[in-house]
């Protein structure tokens, strides 16, 4: 099928197209909206930090977690769930991170992390969790809305970016946001050329396919998460992934009965300058390993100077695919149909 101004003003009601193009723009203005962040938080109890987090809304916490791997001092882990781990006290530092401010299972959290006594920031459009913050007085940085959460993924991400900046959780400096921003605006230019470009070959190879992303353990987690994400919700397309090298010791031998699948598997493997050289190795032999039984296996690495560069070049070429994804098959990648029912029937309750 052939891409043209005509099928996407067809098929995208909502406008996702535009919200992909302006992510550069969101870059850009989040980081002036957060150049002077303040925080009332005493930095000398924190021994461990805690994210609270769902689905788009969390993207961000998990890109930060991996980003600042080995420069944050504290242990950082990333909540799902309504509740939270036993470890949460007066030393965790807490973030809440809901796009719309009414996600029940982060509010929940946030609950539970407040009564034992954490310091709390949370990060949001607006809704229960900005009148939390006013209630209690602890730190928020409030966002722009009108958006869903996983198109507003630089306003998730550069809050927490600057948080960890004032805390002096991050090895690198300002100039970081400023090359990135460089580097999204020059993947727009490309991306938005609809006659050729690497995202529409890319998603015209894992069309009528299942992906399956591998990637290194570290740097390339949450990116590897976020390709799953954006291909299911955009795309309406079922993804799996595993990381390397984990699945060499589970997954690499349920490549040996898969008759059924045969021709249907278009391995993605998401590599990055950093990962690990043993990493590296595996990820070789594993794509000897499973070729025979792959419909392709793509090798995708990442591009950039920097550790923030190369990680979002990797996120943004992942959300122009799961938008040729969405066009090449006429769907309207903004409606989130079974999310909304589900929502509706545990309103019920």
């Excluded at 302006?22 to 994210?51: A, G, Q, Y």
């Excluded at 000897?288 to 070429?317: C, H, K, P, W, Y």
Aim: net charge negative.
């Amino acid at each position: 099928m052939k891409i043209s101004k005509e099928l996407i003003n067809k098929v995208d009601s909502e406008n996702m197209w535009d919200l992909i193009s302006n992510f550069p723009k969101h870059w850009k203005e989040v980081m002036k909206l957060t150049e002077d962040v303040e925080l009332n938080i005493d930095r000398s109890r924190i021994k461990n930090i805690c994210f609270a987090g769902m689905g788009g809304s969390a993207i961000g916490a998990d890109l930060i977690r991996a980003y600042s791997l080995k420069s944050c001092p504290y242990p950082v882990q990333v909540n799902r769930h309504y509740e939270i781990p036993n470890y949460i006290d007066e030393s965790t530092l807490f973030i809440a991170c809901s796009f719309s401010g009414n996600t029940e299972e982060t509010l929940s959290a946030l609950n539970s992390a407040m009564a034992k006594g954490a310091q709390i920031i949370g990060v949001t459009s607006g809704g229960e969790l900005k009148k939390q913050a006013i209630e209690h007085e602890f730190d928020y940085i409030q966002i722009p809305g009108g958006m869903p959460p996983r198109a507003a993924l630089a306003y998730s991400f550069v809050p927490l970016f600057r948080i960890f900046q004032t805390l002096e959780y991050l090895d690198e400096s300002d100039s970081v946001l400023d090359d990135t921003y460089n580097l999204l605006s020059d993947g727009v230019s490309k991306f938005i050329d609809i006659d050729d470009n690497d995202a529409l070959a890319l998603a015209r190879e894992l069309n009528e396919s299942l992906p399956i992303i591998y990637s290194d353990a570290l740097l390339m987690e949450p990116v590897n998460l976020r390709w799953r994400g954006q291909i299911e919700e955009n795309s309406k397309m079922i993804a799996f992934g595993n990381l390397i090298p984990e699945m060499n010791h589970n997954e690499i031998v349920g490549w040996e009965h898969i008759a059924h699948l045969a021709g249907r598997l278009t391995v993605v493997m998401l590599k990055d300058r950093d990962d690990n050289p043993r990493v590296t190795k595996r990820m070789e032999i594993v794509k000897e390993l499973v070729m025979d039984q792959a419909l392709s296996v793509i090798e995708i690495s990442t591009i950039g100077n920097s550790r923030l560069e190369r990680m979002f070049s990797l996120v943004q070429l992942a959300d122009w695919v799961s938008m040729y994804l969405a066009l090449l098959n006429e769907i309207d990648p903004t409606p989130i149909a079974k999310i909304d029912i589900l929502k509706s029937k545990l309103a019920e309750v």
